[in-house]
């Protein structure tokens, strides 16, 4: 891949793009990475999800691409606006580890499954199905959505590249 084709998503960031081009975060360790694609628009989005919910939010300009129940509703939004239709739109998601081990497992420390759970709550929000998804585990990923065919790329180091 050329790299002047990748299209950078931060962490607590999200962007779309039409026709061409590939959507790449890094750094998905308990962040969940929530890849949207609509094949007949070929309009592809994606979110680098940090935490489940806004009401935990402290800052005072609320990063709304830094929250599941914000991030994926803007960027639906956003993709919308490029011709998609969540009817025909199908989601991937990567990442949601649980990075360190803790003697007690309170929820609060659950933070990669916990993204998980949100996020897909959200999907289910807006009946967008998940077709495919590489989470939970102890490691770290990055994840790489091709705009022109919907192939989600993985790669971890523990684990190489998986395709979905």
């Not at 949207?36 to 940090?50: E, N, P, R, S, T």
């Not at 998601?93 to 003697?103: K, S, T």
Request: charged share 20%; glycine share 10%.
């Amino acid at each position: 891949m050329i790299q002047d084709s990748f299209i950078k998503v931060g962490m607590a960031d999200l962007n779309v793009a039409s026709m061409a081009g590939v959507l790449k975060t890094t750094g998905l360790g308990s962040c969940v990475g929530v890849a949207l694609y609509d094949a007949h628009a070929k309009v592809a989005g994606m979110a680098h999800v940090m935490l489940p919910s806004s009401e935990i939010a402290r800052e005072g300009a609320l990063n709304i691409a830094k929250y599941a129940d914000t991030a994926i509703p803007e960027l639906i939004r956003l993709m919308e606006a490029l011709g998609a239709q969540t009817r025909r739109t199908v989601a991937k998601l990567a990442g949601g580890a649980q990075m360190f081990a803790f003697g007690n497992q309170t929820d609060t420390m659950r933070i990669g499954p916990r993204n998980v759970e949100s996020c897909k709550e959200q999907l289910q929000r807006f009946a967008i199905p998940v077709k495919g998804e590489d989470t939970g585990a102890n490691y770290g990923r990055t994840i790489e959505l091709d705009c022109t065919t919907g192939v989600l790329l993985i790669r971890s180091v523990q684990h190489g590249v998986k395709e979905l």
